[in-house]
């Protein structure tokens, strides 16, 4: 089992450009969410999904976007990336609510 | 609303000395509670849950509803305990973490 695995490592984007962020587990977890690391600020959650076809917004959404074709995959679209959204990004999942969440390694993207 | 603070940004002490980290939240239905660490540029990792009660790498934690809290307690630190700990809520409907800001601990030879 590879985990949840996130890609790239690390990105720099100049203001405006649009990337997607990867996420894919291979878990076969139900439940998978993007959260963004400050420092200071803890992690916040950005969207999550409770399965395939299913996904919510999380406390910071904004110029965000995500979808949830399949299992495996959970990628976090930047729409207009924007000098607030240099961060570090985790991916998590969870097979379901009796089990913790396991963390990607994590995307370090600076928008400049 | 859900809410989870850690009082303490930064916890530094000795080698062998005991080392709490508090953590107290707001949530008016059942929490459930994790702690998680994340050493120096790694992944975060799932340390405890307050539902299994288990020791890991000789950190505790007990939930007191009546104080909401969830303080994470090791008796002796160890250098390799120096890491970034993360206490988290889980609420229920989609099944969403909370997180705490953070505390960074530090212990030194």
């Known amino acids: 089992n590879a985990g949840v695995t996130q890609t790239p490592k690390f990105q720099v984007l100049k203001t405006g450009q649009s990337m997607t962020l990867q996420c894919a587990q291979d878990m076969n977890h139900e439940y998978m969410s993007w959260y963004r690391q400050d420092p200071g600020m803890g992690l916040r959650l950005i969207h999550y999904?409770?399965?395939?076809?299913?996904?919510d917004q999380g406390e910071v959404p904004n110029g965000y976007n995500v979808s949830r074709s399949t299992t495996e995959d959970f990628p976090l679209r930047l729409l207009s990336a924007a000098p607030s959204q240099t961060s570090v990004y985790f991916c998590?999942?969870?097979?379901?609510?009796?089990?913790?969440?396991?963390f990607g390694s994590g995307t370090r993207l600076t928008v400049v | 609303a859900q809410r989870v603070t850690q009082p303490e940004k930064l916890l530094s002490v000795f080698k062998g000395a005991p080392v709490e980290l508090k953590c107290n939240y707001s949530y008016s239905g059942s929490p459930e509670l994790f702690w998680y660490v994340q050493y120096s540029r790694q992944r975060l990792q799932l340390l405890l849950r307050?539902?299994s009660r288990e020791s890991i790498k000789g950190f505790t934690a007990d939930l007191n509803k009546g104080e909401t809290s969830f303080h994470l307690k090791k008796p002796f630190a160890q250098e390799e305990d120096s890491a970034m700990y993360y206490c988290a809520l889980r609420t229920g409907a989609g099944n969403k973490l909370t997180f705490g800001g953070g505390t960074r601990v530090l212990v030194k030879p």
């Open positions: 999904s409770v399965g395939a076809g299913i996904t």
């Open positions: 307050h539902i």
């Open positions: 998590a999942s969870r097979a379901g609510t009796r089990y913790g969440y396991t």
